[in-house]
């Protein structure tokens, strides 16, 4: 498992989202990076059902292609569970409603987002390029980078700047959150994890700023 | 009066019988009968049958007439009827009697002979009849016999159980047997049988053929002919014809020059081998069947894999033999050998060597088992209720977040098949016994340095190590001129780690080993001469450790030090190479040559800069080995003049 940064591309006005991918995507195989295949990375909202009025607890779950086994649980607070895909089963059933009861979990509706793309190896590298996609609406574009060598952030963070640079510019100034906070520990998937969620938030609080416009 | 001729007419009276009156007074009289009718009625009376009672019958006729004049009246029959018919038959007998004269006396057309058999004949009936009763009399006592016997027997065999005094009858004995065959065998009751298994289908097999044996009481008398040696059980278990006999698996791994090799794996089974005796013990009967059925398993799992796998190098399944290369020139071939046991007594040729891979194929059955033992357990925790589902791996996978590539490479380690699983041993044995000959031959050959082997005690069988450690004899305190190689033996190759931590990768070629410990040897010579000099005082003067000058060898490279006197005059030079060898060269400066005029304007030292370089026969100098020799070189050089 390497280091994985996740930064958001901005779309200049008058562009489209595709055409932004698209000339990443050129910037990329001039690079002489190779395409391998897609990936995605979903998220799904669910919303604790306290009958006694107590504070409601969000839950996160998302499922990310590069671990395939496997299925992230992500509460409000921060606390992470890595757990096998089987485990939406268990929320599902968590979330159904049984005898008139209410299930535990009510799944927020509308608030399913996903990145999805084509993902790029580049020697050491691996880069993904996913449109970001709430109900088949576009939000905007995200990057994510990952050197594979290294698994200890503050090591390797100079070196994914200027790779990161080359091809994407400013935008890559500052490591995101959950890199800067784990400088000299093992970085692990479900900091990766965090970061997309991180995104996906910022997105979907975008969307509520800006409808009421 | 008498006149001429008085007719006296005499008359019958004319009573005719009245037959009516009729009313007025006319009589209807009977007419007489006519003289034919009379005549018919006479005749009648005649019985032409009886002879004498002709005449008897005659005078009752007479007293009949009036009932026969009754019977006269029926109307059906011809009176002559009966009179004819016995005329036609006298009339007849007539006939034959003259015809019978007639060939008695003209003997034209047939003769009487006189028969002679009429007298046998009565008696071959009688004879018949007498054989007829004769057999079936036989078959009779035959019958009787056999019932005798069975009966006899019987009472012998009740007899026998009464007359045995104190001890268990063998009633209980057969119980107690059974007892203890339960203890090892499953057995269950099926109507009036007692029925086995001995397949390994509750331990996790999946084989389509099932081992089910029957037990039964021995029934037949212990027989005096086979002498009181054979010991007779009171249980007795008969196993199916096809698991008879035993059989085993036969690895064999050869070297063929060429391709595949497929005439010379013939079945070669010891003969004798595979005989168990009808009256063995059901133990060994039973251990020897299910050592068939588990062979059978093996083989048929492993020719099934031996198709359908799709590698490189085809796999050839021939009746029951699995032949592959495992290298190129290496033949691997796997081979069922089962023997009836009923077969003749007449040994077959034992042509070479068997060469059994026992080892291999003991870690054969071991796979299997380890099959079987999958198959039925699973890596806790799982509900009791579940007895299949993924590994520990795989369900760990989820939880540690495994890529897909980590993922990947677990489904291929776990997905082994047999097959591929012993030619990867296979692979491993052969590297090892290549490397093993290899490090063996060259100590013999090489006496110079001294070649060791330390291998490890800890393998697996698909990795060895080995160290390689090169000393001279009685220098080993040196530990600095040590060479010394570690060589971690795989699957594919070999990687070797040189004192100085560079690595390389043999292929399984056996010469590059050889190749190697040699090249080590050169060096180990020179890296002596560097430390001995520094002991005794010598100066080095340079030290090459891959020497680019001089011809070429034939693989790695040479190396070379020069070695100065402490007094400047003699100068040693040392090259060691694996194929040039070793040569030992000296210089001796000419300063002795030189005019005593010139010794003070000229220092010492630059006198050692002329001279030539000559090379000394090692062979001439005593010493065991090139340390000793050095030493005593350096030693005899050095004196003081």
């Known amino acids: 498992m390497g280091v994985v940064c996740v930064y958001t591309f901005p779309v200049p006005e008058g562009k489209s989202g595709q055409q932004v991918v698209d000339s990443l995507q050129r910037q990329l195989e001039l690079l002489g990076a190779v395409k391998t295949a897609n990936f995605s990375v979903d998220c799904e909202t669910y919303q604790s059902n306290n009958p006694t009025g107590a504070a409601q607890r969000i839950l996160h779950v998302l499922h990310n292609s590069e671990q395939p086994a496997s299925c992230f649980a992500i509460l409000d607070n921060g606390t992470t569970l890595v757990a096998d895909v089987l485990f939406e089963v268990l929320v599902a059933k968590l979330t159904q409603s049984k005898s008139g009861k209410d299930g535990y979990y009510e799944r927020r509706k509308g608030l399913k987002i996903e990145s999805k793309g084509p993902r790029f190896e580049l020697s050491d590298f691996i880069v993904k390029i996913g449109s970001v996609s709430m109900a088949s609406n576009f939000k905007g574009i995200l990057v994510e980078v990952e050197y594979c060598p290294c698994a200890i952030p503050g090591e390797c963070w100079e070196l994914m700047k200027e790779m990161m640079q080359s091809f994407m510019g400013t935008v890559v100034e500052n490591p995101p959150m959950a890199v800067k906070n784990k400088k000299d520990q093992f970085y692990t998937p479900s900091d990766t994890v965090a970061q997309y969620l991180e995104h996906f938030n910022n997105f979907r609080k975008a969307v509520v700023n800006q409808s009421p416009r | 009066m008498a006149q001429s001729g008085v007719t006296v007419s005499i008359e019958a009276v004319h009573e005719n019988q009245i037959q009516e009156v009729s009313l007025d007074g006319h009589e209807t009289v009977i007419p007489p009968l006519s003289m034919s009718e009379c005549l018919a009625k006479s005749a009648q009376k005649i019985d032409f049958g009886e002879e004498d009672e002709g005449i008897e019958g005659k005078q009752t006729s007479e007293e009949g007439t009036t009932e026969k004049e009754e019977s006269a009246f029926q109307p059906s029959l011809w009176p002559w009827d009966s009179v004819r018919n016995k005329l036609k038959t006298s009339l007849t007998e007539i006939g034959v009697l003259l015809d019978v004269l007639n060939i008695a006396k003209e003997k034209k057309y047939m003769a009487i002979v006189q028969v002679q058999q009429d007298t046998s004949e009565p008696k071959s009936a009688l004879q018949l009849l007498a054989k007829k009763k004769a057999i079936s009399l036989q078959s009779i006592c035959g019958g009787l016999n056999t019932a005798a016997s069975v009966l006899i027997s019987g009472a012998e065999r009740l007899k026998r159980s009464q007359e045995e005094k104190g001890g268990v009858s063998s009633h209980d004995k057969f119980h107690i047997e059974l007892l203890k065959l339960r203890q090892n065998w499953r057995l269950k009751k099926v109507g009036n049988s007692i029925i086995g298994d001995l397949s390994y289908r509750s331990a996790g097999s999946r084989f389509w053929q099932g081992g089910t044996f029957e037990v039964t009481k021995t029934t037949s008398l212990p027989s005096d002919q086979e002498g009181s040696t054979a010991q007779q059980y009171p249980l007795q278990v008969v196993i199916p014809s096809e698991l008879e006999g035993s059989s085993y698996l036969q690895l064999e791994i050869k070297s063929v020059p060429d391709s595949m090799d497929l005439m010379s794996v013939t079945l070669q089974v010891p003969d004798g081998f595979g005989r168990t005796p009808l009256n063995a013990h059901w133990q060994s009967r039973l251990d020897t069947a299910q050592n068939v059925l588990f062979c059978k398993e093996l083989f048929a799992q492993l020719a099934r894999e031996a198709v359908q796998l799709k590698s490189n190098v085809p796999h050839v399944v021939v009746s029951n033999q699995i032949i592959t290369n495992i290298f190129p020139g290496v033949q691997l071939s796997i081979v069922l050998c089962h023997s009836t046991g009923k077969g003749d007594k007449k040994t077959g040729p034992h042509s070479g060597k068997m060469d059994h891979k026992h080892v291999l194929e003991h870690s054969l059955h071991q796979l299997l088992r380890e099959v079987h033992h999958r198959t039925l357990h699973l890596a806790a925790p799982h509900p009791v209720t579940a007895p299949f589902g993924m590994s520990k791996r795989r369900r760990l996978a989820g939880p540690t977040a495994m890529s897909r590539s980590d993922l990947k490479e677990m489904s291929d380690r776990s997905g082994e098949t047999l097959l591929e699983q012993i030619i990867k041993q296979a692979r491993h044995e052969v590297l090892r016994q290549r490397t093993m000959s ?57 990687l070797v780690t040189t004192k100085d931590r560079r690595t390389l990768k043999l292929s399984f070629q056996e010469k590059e080993v050889e190749d190697i410990i040699r090249w080590q040897v050169s060096q180990h010579h020179i890296a002596l001469s560097q430390n001995l000099a520094r002991l005794i005082g010598w100066q080095v003067l340079s030290y090459n450790g891959c020497s680019g000058v001089g011809e070429m060898e034939g693989f790695a490279c040479a190396s070379s030090i020069q070695l100065v006197a402490p007094n400047n005059d003699r100068m040693l030079s040392v090259r060691s190479g694996p194929t040039s060898g070793l040569h030992v060269f000296l210089k001796i400066d000419s300063s002795g040559n030189l005019d005593p005029s010139l010794s003070s304007l000229v220092d010492p030292k630059w006198l050692n800069l002329g001279g030539t370089f000559r090379e000394l026969d090692l062979e001439q100098i005593e010493g065991r080995n090139l340390a000793t020799k050095l030493e005593l070189i350096m030693a005899m050089v050095n004196k003081k003049r």
């Open chain 2, 438 to 494: 290899v490090i063996d031959r060259l100590a013999g050959e090489i006496p110079d340095p001294q070649i060791m082997a330390h291998w490890s005690c800890l393998n697996s069988p698909l990795q060895s190590n080995v160290k390689i450690i090169i000393t001279s004899n009685g220098y080993e305190g040196m530990r600095v001129t040590w060479q010394s190689l570690d060589l971690e033996i795989g699957v594919d190759g070999i």
